[in-house]
């Protein structure tokens, strides 16, 4: 698939879209994570704000440096029951890690226009 991807080193922020579909939804869905969705309510995109120090956690290898190097990157999300998760593959010099985002629970997140009907 074809992913466009910026990463911003003075606001340390990444963001990855599939470049073939059209954003319908943006939702924050935490201080940090904002998921682009699909009119059919699919994940095609991620906006990470504190990129490096979130994926950091969770590999060390990932930091600011590696961020700024970015040659490729793209995500990959299953849903199971009322979870999202959200695998982005980065690719920077020549190493390629894969890395998950922590489980999204779809409850925590309300439609703002499904919540304007209510």
Sequence with gaps: MAYKFHYDKEDD?????????KV???????????L?????GRI????LFYASE???LFNKEIDKEFLMNL??????YKEY???????????SGNKVISQ????????????????GCE
């Design 81 to 91: 029951r009322n979870v999202w998760y959200v695998l982005l593959v980065l690719k």
């Design 24 to 34: 319908e939804e943006s939702v924050e869905f935490s201080e940090d994570i904002v």
């Design 54 to 56: 979130l994926l950091n």
């Design 13 to 21: 922020i990444l963001y990855i879209r599939n470049a073939l579909k």
């Design 36 to 40: 682009d969705l699909d009119n059919g």
């Design 44 to 47: 095609i995109g991620v906006e």
């Design 71 to 76: 040659l490729d990157a793209g995500l990959e």
């Design 100 to 115: 998950a985002l922590p489980p999204l629970r779809k409850s925590e997140y309300v439609s703002p226009l499904i919540a």
